[in-house]
């Protein structure tokens, strides 16, 4: 095929993952003390946090060419998908963009706790005492139900079709991840809780480079 500009960017989520991968990875050197497997990912990018400026240079890329992988692909797949697998990927590029701007607008105040917040009474306390903690957990909440029912959608409409099988496959991976993580980490002791969550964090930002290699390659 004769690959357009539009196909071309979708690399971007690629790019965005890669950068991504970058900040959990060495954003940790700048944080003393940080122990990867049982502290959250959002203590890298606190308020208070001494690995906030090497986060923000690692991730530079991450946001941005998120978002507008999945903006190119709801774009791209207006007139070529069914209608569910569609509205799959529309709920997908909402969930991006709720958490793009929803985490820059509510960064964590203070480092270490999402860890705090693992117990529901710890963020529900939180909630009527920070207003800007309790919106970074709404936003939460708003992106794990938009991610799991845009999944559920590719899913059930991708198996459906034989010809998107595979994209149905990777977003069944995706939403096991997703569910290993939410799940697990209620669950698991605070000594693994960093684990289980980079394992739900990953699952959207992996799918997200998924489906910009499918624009990439015009979801043929």
């Not at 105040?109 to 920070?130: L, V």
Request: charged share 10%.
């Amino acid at each position: 095929m004769k690959r357009t500009l539009i196909n071309w960017l979708g690399l971007l989520g690629v790019i965005s993952l890669l950068s991504y991968a970058a900040a959990v990875v060495f954003s940790p050197l700048a944080y003393p003390g940080y122990d990867w497997m049982s502290r959250a990912v959002s203590d890298l990018s606190a308020a208070n946090a001494p690995s906030l400026g090497l986060w923000t240079q690692l991730s530079a890329f991450y946001g941005l060419c998120g978002i507008a992988c999945v903006t190119l692909v709801s774009v791209y797949v207006q007139d070529k998908l069914s209608r569910g697998l569609r509205i799959g990927i529309h709920l997908f590029t909402i969930m991006q963009w709720v958490s793009g701007v929803g985490y820059s607008m509510f960064p964590l105040t203070d480092a270490g706790y999402t860890e705090a917040a693992s117990d529901a009474f710890d963020a529900m306390t939180s909630m009527f005492t920070n207003y800007q903690d309790a919106g970074h957990i709404v936003v939460t909440v708003l992106v794990m139900v938009l991610s799991v029912i845009s999944l559920l959608f590719m899913m059930i409409n991708g198996f459906r079709k034989k010809r998107y099988s595979s994209l149905a496959l990777c977003a069944t991976v995706a939403f096991v991840m997703m569910m290993i993580g939410g799940i697990g980490t209620g669950i698991v002791p605070n000594d693994v809780f960093g684990v289980v969550q980079r394992i739900s964090l990953l699952s959207a930002t992996g799918f997200t480079a998924v489906l910009g290699v499918y624009l990439f390659n015009g979801f043929r």
